[in-house]
């Protein structure tokens, strides 16, 4: 047991160290970190307590090991990591322990492994388009103010606001909006000359409405205009998502993601099309292979040797073939839960009770 792993599951029973992620799919290039998984059992004395761990990992979880429990609990799920964590074989498994000698991934297998691998790979897919947008789309850092979209209606045309009151030389804090009636977001533009009766267009900087102001009777408007509201609400939620999406993006990733010119985050459509495969040979051949034999094939996606429109035509095709192949499968529907506490059970008898 490595320093790092030793200090990560602190002092329960490590069970199971598999190397993970690129290395263990055989996809790893010189720039690949390496990622570890693993499994543990508690120390009798926590697990007996009132908590004991479900899962430990690192700061960057790069090596994350389950609770022997919660392993069960995610197969019992068809969860597609705790599966190929499974599933991991050769040099790849740098410990295992005699009990989990016999624990494998194909027994664990079942239809609902359809939904747990195309689901992931279909997220993918949706933030793939999300972030070809935002790469082809960035939205500014200056934010726009309700002011941006107000428009003067005049002759049956419009006119942004901004631009019609500096020909008219005429300032936003001396202009007042009265509603009109019947008529939703339409207002009455009335200019004070410099009184100080009027509103201005908005009360402060961060207002998300235009402000109404009490006319002074027998004033007449200059003008008449419309607010976009709902335009102006569509802006503020991609404003706020692109600006949460700066702050949380893998930087190293996004650059490599400019570098190829696609719009896409290559690696993740690496891996989106590696997972569906894998899923597909699960009903085809009634096992999971972490190892994928079409290296060449998958590092050209992440090389990012595809378009978008290709790689997701390519996607699109493997969730075709999933499906048809989860159709003719004669896996379970799920994987009978009873059966999988009594295994729980066992292995939890021989670990703590090895002499009852």
């Excluded at 994350?64 to 705790?82: D, H, I, M, S, V």
């Excluded at 002011?147 to 007042?176: M, N």
């Excluded at 719009?263 to 099309?273: E, L, S």
Aim: glycine letters at 6%; charged letters at 30%; one cysteine or more.
């Amino acid at each position: 047991m490595s320093p790092t792993t030793e200090r990560i599951i602190e002092g329960h029973h490590l069970l199971l160290h598999c190397r993970s992620g690129s290395h263990a799919y055989g996809l790893a290039t010189e720039r690949s970190d390496e990622d570890f998984r693993g499994v543990f059992a508690a120390r009798i004395d926590s697990f007996l307590g009132l908590d004991h761990p479900r899962q430990l990992s690192d700061e960057r979880n790069d090596r994350t090991y389950y609770e022997l429990g919660r392993l069960f609990e995610l197969l019992g799920k068809a969860n597609p990591t705790a599966l190929e964590l499974l599933g991991t074989d050769g040099a790849d498994v740098l410990y295992k322990h005699p009990l989990l000698a016999d624990l494998r991934a194909e027994a664990f297998l079942s239809k609902a492994c359809r939904d747990s691998f195309a689901g992931y790979a279909l997220t993918q897919i949706r933030k793939a388009r999300g972030l070809n947008k935002k790469v082809h789309n960035p939205v500014a850092p200056e934010r726009k103010g309700v002011e941006d979209f107000c428009y003067i209606v005049q002759e049956g045309k419009s006119r942004p606001l901004r631009k019609w009151a500096r020909e008219h030389k005429l300032p936003l804090t001396e202009l007042a909006l009265a509603g009109v009636d019947h008529a939703r977001d339409l207002y009455a533009v009335y200019h004070d000359r410099g009184a100080g009766w009027a509103a201005g267009i908005t009360r402060s900087d961060k207002a998300n409405a235009v402000a109404v102001t009490d006319v002074p009777e027998g004033e007449l408007p200059v003008a008449y205009l419309s607010f976009s509201q709902d335009a102006y609400s569509t802006y503020c939620r991609d404003y706020r998502e692109y600006r949460a999406w700066e702050r949380n993006r893998n930087d190293a990733r996004y650059r490599g993601t400019l570098a190829h010119g696609r719009g896409y985050d290559a690696k993740n459509m690496m891996h989106t099309i590696r997972l569906l495969e894998m899923a597909t040979e699960i009903f085809t051949t009634g096992r999971l292979n972490v190892r994928r034999p079409n290296r060449s094939f998958l590092l050209s996606i992440r090389a990012g040797e595809y378009s978008l429109d290709e790689v997701l035509r390519i996607a699109d095709e493997r969730v075709e073939q999933l499906n048809l192949a989860a159709a003719r499968s004669d896996l379970p529907h799920q994987v009978d839960s009873d059966r999988l506490n009594r295994r729980l059970v066992g292995l939890r008898r021989q670990l703590y009770y090895p002499n009852a």
